[in-house]
Each structure stands twice: as C-alpha cells, then as structure tokens.
C-alpha cells in the first residue's frame, strides 16, 4: 500500500539555525499538507501546496518558514531560523481531488527538538 | 467556541464493551469530517470518512448530523488493539485544510 515518507525522524538543532524538512508524498497525489503538534497539544495546520504553488497557510506559517517541490517526488518544509518553540512533531500529509472526500494521508513525522 | 470539540476521556473499557465518542464543530458551512486515530507519538491514521446518511466500517458506526454539527463514533466488541486517541477532524468550508479535535483517549483493558 502506497504511503507518505519522511526524513529524518529525528532532528535536533540549535536555535537559530536552518532545518529541512522532507517528505515524499504518495506518488499520484497532488495536494501537499504540512502540519505539526507541539507535545500534548493537537495537530494543528501549517499549509498546503498545490500545482507547484501555495493554496493556504495559517498563521503559524509565517516567514520563518517555506516550502518547496523541488523535484518530482519531494516536498520540503523549510524553517530559516529555529525558535525553542518550534519543537514540535511535523506530519507531512497528501491527497488527491479524486478521492471520495479528498482524504489525507499522514507520514510517519518528523521530531524537531530546537536546543 | 472551540472549532472541534471532543471530550478528552479517557475512556476505559473492558473488551468487548460497546463506546461512543462525540465531537462537535462550530462552522456550519463545514464540508468533510473524518475520524483519525492516533496512537503515541505516532502520525493521525484514518480511520473512516463520516457522510451525512451514517457509515459503517466493521465494527466502527459513524454518524453525522448537519443541523446539530454533531458528529459520532461507536465502536462495537472493542478490542486491546483499539486503544489509541481518536481525532475528530474536519474541513474547511472553501479549502482542504484539517481542523483537528484535541482527541478523545480510549483504553480497552483486558
């Protein structure tokens, strides 16, 4: 069963500095979504990606962060300069228009840890 | 008002038992509702789809009610496995991001 991948599960840095974040959406999908949960808190929306461009962001997505498809198969969350409160869990998440409801399916995440 | 709501729990169940949660929204003009599930520092997995006429997947009932912006979801003959926090999650009225409930947490003890 096709499924939404990410790296690294793991990342810790410094605040300050520059994180990347990626992820590799299911092959056939065209709608891209970042969103993150900040330990015991829920999951909350940061932006979604569509034919190369952004379709919306939260407030959260401010200019600290960006994203981009570099190729054909990745999808990168980028954040220019870390905060302590940047800590989160980010899920990476993808659907396509032509499924029923236009269900997202979720990476397995990336644990950012800012020092 | 909270967006999505749901009661925290925890649920604690012997197996085989019968649960309900609930979940209400606040914007009317919401499209699509799902539950998720999300077990510990893991990803929210989907759990089903909720449409307005009710569905069913095996042992999981979802109910949708527009006028009351209530959404449900039983679990019948729960299992040890089925313990987990259940997301319910909805749409926005004019875009495709989520809106997540903050989980209702179920333990299934044996």
């Known amino acids: 069963e096709p499924e939404v991948t990410q790296t690294p599960s793991h990342q810790v840095t410094q605040m300050g500095q520059e994180v990347i974040l990626r992820c590799v959406p299911i092959?056939?999908?065209?709608?891209f979504y970042w969103y993150r949960q900040i330990l015991g808190q829920k999951v909350e929306f940061l932006v979604s990606?569509?034919?190369?461009?952004?379709?919306?962001k939260s407030e959260i997505f401010d200019d600290q962060f960006s994203v981009e498809r570099p190729d054909g198969s990745n999808f990168t969350l980028k954040i220019r300069s870390t905060k302590l409160e940047d800590s989160a869990m980010y899920f990476c998440?993808?659907?396509?228009?032509?499924?029923?409801?236009?269900?997202?399916?979720f990476g397995p995440g990336t644990r950012l840890t800012v020092l | 008002r909270k967006e999505v709501e749901q009661d925290p729990g925890p649920f604690n169940v012997p197996e085989g038992a019968t649960v309900a949660f609930n979940c209400t929204y606040s914007?009317?003009?919401?499209?699509?509702f799902f539950w998720y599930r999300q077990d510990c520092r893991k990803e929210p997995k989907l759990l089903m789809s909720v449409y307005s006429s009710g569905n069913e997947d095996g042992r999981f009932t979802a109910q949708l009610n527009r006028a009351s912006q209530y959404i449900s979801l039983l679990i019948r003959d729960s299992k040890l496995s089925d313990s987990a926090t259940y997301l319910c999650v909805v749409a926005g009225d004019s875009s495709y991001k989520l809106i997540f409930g903050s989980g209702t947490r179920l333990l299934v003890r044996p």
């Open positions: 998440a993808s659907s396509s228009p032509g499924l029923l409801n236009n269900e997202q399916f």
């Open positions: 914007n009317s003009a919401s499209q699509s």
């Open positions: 092959s056939n999908h065209l709608y």
């Open positions: 990606f569509y034919n190369n461009e952004i379709s919306e």
